[in-house]
């Protein structure tokens, strides 16, 4: 997930933010210091957190003024949700300047309730580097998860000033406006772009986007033939969703199926589902299952354990507004991989949740090397892509949406509202093969999964899903996506 790279886990969806020493064990050190730090490394990559925050604590205690133990003990301490700020702040005395270091101490502020002094840190460094495009994007991500909606992204205006021609800078600024769907603001900015640099591609193609994804240009089915003969996956996503709009699936599943054997493929397996669906092909059912392939299991929670990890979760809920390309409406979603977090009650639910999903793999029909769930390997241990707690109010729901870093994902129900706060059914359900609203396709759901306190639901990630609006209560769950298994598995 995008969120997870402005959270700074390292995990998922992705994320670029590993303490970059960390994996290079090619880099020298005394002593047995490069030992240490390639195995908290490959404890790390493990997901076995523990023993990597202490593996690599000692490389700090024994070598204080190195950077890359320095780096790293900060990097896993905020991962494991322990003290970080001042373990980066040490760090960056260490390497003066380094982006990834600053990115990640602002991270570890915020977590620890100093959002001022985070912002403080981001805004004196983007003064003195306006074309960081990574800090304006993370800056910008605070105020709105702090709930600030008045000027949240007037760092990038500044630096546009400062930096008129770079282009990078403009199309962070108007991603971050797509993102939220604020298509009027998102032209604004392009059409300032575009007015100070001329004959851009990037520009051009943001443009097409832009056009396509608000639905001004929803009947022009030339819309994407200037650029016909442009390989590029993102532009080819786009190209499947406007033929959708129009009406015109048999278009969009011959783009899509092109990328089925590529590497861009679980972003269109979720497309081609809805293709499928709509042309009537049997292939929906290969792809979804018949029935699908998605199950729900009450797991062994007691009515004490639930509570205690729903107070646990509850104090992890820091944030006022949902991070901006989340699928999350009217809540709050956590930081950091949960299932990382030291607590005694999480550590036991990820316990119960992995013992499930290894149960779920077995169970699946046999291997299909083609397909996105049936082809991975089923040999390897269980590890999350990401892992996190979303917490819903009153008329708080999630958006259609799909996992197209993950293999299976899920919806672990700590609290659900009472039924008569909630509505009638099938209120506050999750889901199942609901395309997304904006596509406006004639597809009801495949399944819809009755929320109840300790039910995991767990389905493909490339399956469409999201959770039916609520009139009020509470309802907090923990969901995860499971890792695609590699060719072989990392001890």
């Given at each position: 997930?995008?969120?997870?790279?402005?959270?700074?886990?390292?995990?998922?969806?992705?994320?670029a933010t590993?303490?970059?020493?960390?994996?290079?064990?090619?880099?020298?050190?005394?002593g047995?210091?490069?030992?240490?730090?390639?195995?908290?490394?490959e404890?790390?990559?493990?997901?076995?957190?523990e023993?990597?925050?202490e593996?690599?604590?000692?490389a700090?205690k024994?070598?204080?003024?190195?950077?890359?133990?320095?780096?790293g003990?900060?990097?896993i301490?905020?991962?494991c949700?322990?003290?970080?700020a001042?373990?980066?702040?040490h760090?960056?005395t260490?390497?003066?300047g380094n982006?990834?270091?600053i990115?990640?101490?602002?991270?570890?502020?915020a977590?620890e309730?100093?959002?001022a002094?985070?912002?403080?840190?981001?805004?004196?460094t983007?003064?003195?580097a306006?074309?960081?495009?990574?800090?304006?994007?993370?800056?910008?991500?605070?105020?709105?998860?702090?709930g600030?909606?008045?000027?949240?992204?007037?760092n990038?205006?500044?630096?546009?000033?400062?930096?008129?021609?770079n282009?990078?800078?403009?199309?962070?600024?108007?991603?971050?406006?797509?993102q939220?769907?604020?298509?009027?603001?998102?032209?604004?900015?392009?059409?300032?772009?575009?007015?100070?640099i001329?004959r851009?591609?990037?520009?051009?193609?943001?443009?097409?986007?832009?056009?396509?994804?608000?639905?001004?240009?929803?009947?022009?089915?030339?819309l994407?033939?200037?650029?016909?003969?442009?390989?590029?996956?993102?532009i080819?996503?786009?190209?499947?969703?406007?033929?959708?709009?129009?009406?015109?699936?048999?278009s969009a599943?011959?783009i899509?199926?092109?990328?089925?054997?590529?590497?861009?493929?679980?972003m269109?397996?979720?497309?081609?589902?809805?293709?499928?669906?709509?042309?009537d092909?049997?292939r929906?059912?290969?792809l979804?299952?018949?029935?699908?392939?998605?199950?729900a299991?009450?797991?062994?929670f007691?009515a004490?354990?639930?509570?205690?990890?729903?107070?646990?979760?509850?104090?992890?809920?820091?944030?006022?507004a949902?991070?901006?390309?989340?699928?999350?409406?009217?809540?709050t979603?956590?930081d950091?991989?949960l299932?990382?977090?030291?607590?005694?009650?999480?550590q036991?639910?990820?316990?119960?949740?992995?013992?499930?999903?290894?149960?779920?793999?077995?169970?699946l029909?046999?291997?299909?090397?083609?397909?996105?769930?049936?082809g991975?390997?089923?040999?390897?241990?269980?590890l999350f892509?990401?892992?996190?707690?979303?917490?819903?109010?009153?008329?708080?729901?999630?958006?259609?949406?799909?996992?197209v870093?993950?293999?299976?994902?899920?919806?672990l129900y700590?609290?659900?509202?009472?039924?008569?706060?909630?509505?009638?059914?099938?209120?506050?359900h999750?889901?199942?093969?609901?395309?997304?609203?904006?596509?406006?396709?004639?597809?009801?759901?495949?399944?819809h999964?009755e929320?109840?306190?300790?039910?995991?639901?767990?389905?493909p990630s490339t399956?469409?899903?999201?959770?039916?609006p609520?009139a009020?209560?509470?309802?907090?769950?923990?969901?995860?996506d499971?890792?695609?298994?590699?060719?072989?598995?990392v001890?």
């Amino acid at each position: 997930m995008a969120a997870q790279a402005a959270r700074g886990d390292g995990i998922g969806g992705g994320a670029a933010t590993d303490p970059p020493a960390i994996h290079r064990p090619a880099l020298q050190g005394p002593g047995d210091l490069t030992d240490l730090i390639q195995r908290a490394a490959e404890l790390r990559a493990a997901q076995r957190m523990e023993e990597a925050l202490e593996t690599i604590a000692q490389a700090a205690k024994l070598h204080p003024e190195d950077p890359r133990a320095a780096f790293g003990f900060a990097q896993i301490s905020f991962e494991c949700w322990r003290p970080a700020a001042a373990l980066f702040a040490h760090a960056r005395t260490l390497v003066p300047g380094n982006p990834d270091i600053i990115r990640n101490h602002a991270l570890a502020l915020a977590a620890e309730g100093d959002g001022a002094r985070a912002r403080r840190l981001l805004e004196d460094t983007l003064k003195a580097a306006p074309g960081w495009v990574d800090g304006h994007r993370i800056l910008a991500v605070q105020r709105i998860t702090e709930g600030d909606e008045a000027g949240f992204d007037r760092n990038y205006a500044a630096a546009v000033k400062s930096e008129p021609q770079n282009t990078a800078l403009w199309m962070g600024w108007f991603q971050l406006h797509a993102q939220r769907k604020n298509w009027d603001r998102a032209g604004e900015v392009l059409r300032d772009a575009m007015a100070q640099i001329t004959r851009n591609r990037s520009l051009e193609l943001a443009t097409l986007y832009l056009a396509s994804e608000s639905g001004s240009a929803r009947d022009d089915a030339e819309l994407f033939d200037a650029i016909a003969d442009l390989a590029d996956p993102g532009i080819d996503l786009c190209r499947v969703r406007h033929h959708l709009r129009d009406g015109d699936a048999q278009s969009a599943m011959a783009i899509a199926e092109r990328h089925t054997n590529g590497p861009a493929a679980r972003m269109f397996w979720p497309y081609l589902s809805l293709c499928w669906r709509l042309l009537d092909d049997p292939r929906a059912g290969w792809l979804d299952g018949a029935p699908i392939f998605a199950d729900a299991i009450d797991l062994d929670f007691s009515a004490a354990e639930l509570a205690e990890l729903a107070e646990v979760l509850r104090s992890l809920h820091r944030l006022k507004a949902p991070y901006p390309d989340q699928s999350v409406r009217g809540g709050t979603q956590t930081d950091r991989q949960l299932f990382f977090h030291p607590d005694p009650a999480i550590q036991g639910a990820r316990r119960k949740v992995a013992e499930a999903v290894q149960n779920y793999v077995e169970a699946l029909p046999a291997v299909d090397a083609s397909h996105p769930l049936l082809g991975p390997a089923r040999d390897q241990p269980v590890l999350f892509e990401g892992s996190w707690s979303v917490r819903l109010a009153g008329a708080g729901y999630h958006a259609a949406h799909t996992h197209v870093m993950g293999w299976i994902s899920s919806a672990l129900y700590i609290v659900v509202p009472e039924p008569i706060s909630a509505g009638s059914a099938p209120a506050g359900h999750l889901a199942l093969g609901t395309p997304p609203p904006e596509l406006e396709l004639s597809l009801s759901a495949y399944q819809h999964i009755e929320p109840q306190p300790g039910r995991l639901a767990l389905f493909p990630s490339t399956l469409w899903h999201g959770t039916e609006p609520f009139a009020e209560g509470e309802r907090m769950t923990i969901a995860f996506d499971i890792r695609i298994p590699q060719v072989s598995a990392v001890f």
